[in-house]
C-alpha cells in the first residue's frame, strides 16, 4: 500500500505544476472550496510565477497521461471546475510525443501468437497518431491488406495505476470534507475514470467494443466502423482495417472535395442520438480527431477505448428530457428528475419546473452560434446545487460524448440548431417505443416474465418491490484511511514535514530558474 506521504508529495508535485500554469487561482477564489484545499493551494503556488490567464488543458498536459484523461473527465463538470477551466479543457487533446519505435516493436513481436515479422510485411516506424495510452502506425499485412497498428505505451499501465491510486487517495479526503465536495461525489468520478481507462488499458476490450457497435450500426447509412483483424490483437495490440479519409476537422479540404457539411453535421448528431437513445451503447470519445470522412460522404469512426452505456429506463427518461426541452415541457422534465430520484423528493416539482424554464426559454429556437454557453451551463448547474442534485456519474460520459459532438457540428455548420434536428428523432422514438402497439408488445412480455418470476416472489418478495433511483448501482469504493483517522496520531508532524519540505524547495528550484 502506498503511504500517505508518497500521495501527498505526488499532490504537491501535481499543484505546482497547476500553479505555475495559474489553474489554482479559481479554485482558491470559489467560495464552495473547503478551507483545508485553499491553504494546500497555497503551499503549492508559494514562489511561483503565474500567467494573468489560466492554462488548465497545458497544465494536464505536462502533468501526464493519467492527468490528460482526469482533465476530460472534468471537461464536462462546470460545476466542480467552473465554467471557464471546462471550456478550457475542451481544447485538451490527447496527444503525446511518441515512445521510440524499438520499443514499441519489441511490444508488438512478444505480444501477438506469433512473431510480427511472421505477421506484418511491413510496419511504418513513424507513428501516424500518438496519444497519452496507446500509438499507431501504418502496415500491411503478410495478405497483403494494409491495417493500422494500435499499440500501448511501454509502461503506460504501471504509471497509470500509481496515479489513480493518488487520484483515488485525495478524493476520499475531499469527500470526507463535507458540504458541497460530498455533494459533488469525487470519489464516484475518479470510480468511473478508473473503470474507463482500465477499458482503455486493454485493448482487446476496444476491439470488442468497436465490433459491438459496428453490429448495432450495421443498417445505418453513412456511418463506419473499421473491421478488427482479430488474429493479431492481443491486450497490448489492436490491428483493425485502414481507413483513407479526410478529418472532420479539416473543413476547407470537406469543402474543397465537395461533401455536404449541413448535412454532414445533422448526420453526426443523429446517429449520436441513435446510438445513446434507441442502442444504449455509445462511442463516447467522438473528438475530431477519431472521425474521418471518405470519399463518398461516409463518416468513419475509430478509436474505441471509451464507449457508454445507458440502460433501458434511463434512456426513457433521457428521450422524455430532450424532448420536454425541444418543445417546452419542463413540468415533464421536472418530473423526471423526481421519478429518478436525481432531485430529492423534499424539493417542489414545480419550483424546479421553474427553474428548467429559466434556463430553457433563452436557448430555444436558436442557433448554437447565439448562444452564450458558458451562461447556459452556468445557470444549469446553479439549478443544481438550488435543488441539491448529487453528481450522477453513469451520466458524465453522456454528457461529456453530447458536448463534443455538439462543438463538431457546430464547426460543420454554425448555424446548425441541436434542438431543432433533435427533436423528430427524439419524438419517433418516443412514439415507437411507448405507443399502443409498443405498449401492448411490452405488456405481454412483462406479463410473460412475471409469471415465471412466481416461485421467486414468494421466495423473496422484498426483491420484487419497487427500485428506487435511475441510477445503476455505484461501482465500489476503495477503502481508504484518511490521515487524521490514524490510529497514532504521532505521524501528523511527518506529513506536514513533508508538504513543508516539498514546498520550499519548489520554491527554491523555481526561484534558481
Known amino acids: 500500500m502506498t503511504r500517505p506521504a508518497t500521495h501527498i508529495l505526488r499532490l504537491l508535485k501535481w499543484g505546482r505544476i497547476l500553479a505555475r500554469h495559474g489553474a489554482l487561482r479559481a479554485i482558491e477564489a470559489d467560495r464552495n472550496t473547503p478551507p483545508q484545499v485553499k491553504r494546500l ?19 494536464f498536459r505536462a502533468i501526464g ?11 464536462t463538470r462546470p460545476d466542480i471546475i467552473g465554467v471557464e477551466a471546462a471550456q478550457n479543457l475542451l481544447m485538451l487533446q490527447d496527444q503525446l510525443p511518441p515512445a521510440p519505435f524499438d520499443e514499441v516493436y519489441a511490444q508488438i513481436d512478444t505480444s501477438l501468437n506469433k512473431p510480427a515479422s511472421e505477421l506484418f510485411e511491413y510496419i511504418n516506424p513513424e507513428a501516424v497518431g500518438s496519444a497519452s495510452i496507446a500509438q499507431v502506425y501504418r502496415a500491411r499485412t503478410t495478405e497483403g491488406k494494409e491495417v493500422a497498428v ?10 497509470f495505476a500509481r496515479d489513480i491510486e493518488t487520484y483515488e487517495w485525495a478524493a476520499a ?8 465536495a460530498a455533494r459533488l461525489r469525487p470519489q464516484l468520478v475518479i470510480a468511473n475514470l478508473k473503470r474507463w481507462t482500465l477499458r482503455e488499458l486493454d485493448l482487446r476490450r476496444e476491439a470488442a467494443s468497436a465490433s459491438e457497435l459496428k453490429d448495432a450500426m450495421v443498417a445505418v447509412d453513412g456511418y ?3 473491421a478488427i483483424d482479430w488474429d493479431r490483437t492481443s491486450g497490448r495490440v489492436l490491428t483493425l482495417e485502414w481507413i483513407d479519409g479526410i478529418k472532420i476537422s479539416d473543413i476547407e479540404v470537406l469543402k474543397a472535395a465537395g461533401h455536404d457539411l449541413n448535412k454532414m453535421a445533422a448526420k453526426l448528431v443523429l446517429t449520436f442520438l441513435r446510438q445513446a437513445i434507441s442502442e444504449g451503447y455509445f462511442h463516447a470519445d467522438m473528438h475530431q480527431g477519431n472521425l474521418f470522412v471518405r470519399a463518398d460522404g461516409t463518416i468513419v469512426a475509430i478509436d474505441f477505448g471509451i464507449m457508454g452505456r445507458i440502460n433501458r429506463q434511463a434512456r426513457f427518461w433521457l428521450a422524455e428530457i ?14 423526471i428528475h423526481f421519478e429518478a430520484q436525481y432531485v430529492p423528493s423534499y424539493h417542489n416539482v414545480d419550483e424546479f419546473a421553474t427553474a428548467l424554464r429559466a434556463v430553457g426559454e433563452p436557448t430555444r429556437g436558436k442557433p448554437v452560434s447565439e448562444l452564450s454557453v458558458g451562461q447556459m451551463l452556468d445557470s444549469l448547474f446553479a439549478i443544481t446545487r438550488d435543488f441539491d442534485m448529487q453528481t450522477q456519474p453513469h451520466l458524465l460520459l453522456l454528457q461529456k460524448t453530447m458536448v463534443m459532438v455538439e462543438g463538431i457540428a457546430t464547426s460543420l455548420n454554425p448555424s446548425i440548431n441541436m434542438w431543432d434536428v433533435a427533436a423528430p ?3 419517433d422514438w418516443i412514439r415507437g417505443e411507448l405507443g399502443p402497439e409498443a405498449m401492448l408488445a411490452d405488456g405481454i412480455k412483462k406479463q410473460t416474465d412475471t409469471l415465471k418470476m412466481i416461485p421467486d416472489i414468494i421466495r423473496r418478495l422484498d426483491e420484487q418491490l419497487p427500485r428506487k433511483g435511475g441510477a445503476p448501482e455505484p461501482p465500489p469504493l476503495p477503502q481508504v484511511e484518511l490521515i487524521w483517522e490514524r490510529r497514532s496520531g504521532s505521524g501528523w508532524w511527518r506529513y506536514a514535514l513533508v508538504a513543508i519540505v516539498a514546498a520550499a524547495c519548489g520554491a527554491a528550484g523555481m526561484w534558481a530558474l
Request: glycine share 12%.
Open 65 to 75: 497521461p493519467a492527468a490528460i484523461k482526469l482533465g476530460q473527465t472534468l471537461a
Open 150 to 159: 494500435k499499440v500501448l505505451r511501454p509502461g503506460i499501465r504501471e504509471q
Open 41 to 59: 493551494c497555497r503551499i503549492a503556488r508559494f514562489g511561483t510565477i503565474q500567467p494573468k490567464v489560466p492554462d488548465y488543458a497545458g497544465a
Open 322 to 335: 430532450l424532448y420536454g426541452l425541444t418543445t417546452g415541457n419542463y413540468k415533464r422534465v421536472a418530473e
Open 425 to 427: 428523432y427524439v419524438r
Open 224 to 226: 463506419m466502423i473499421p
Open 173 to 180: 479526503h475531499l469527500e470526507a470534507l463535507g458540504g458541497e
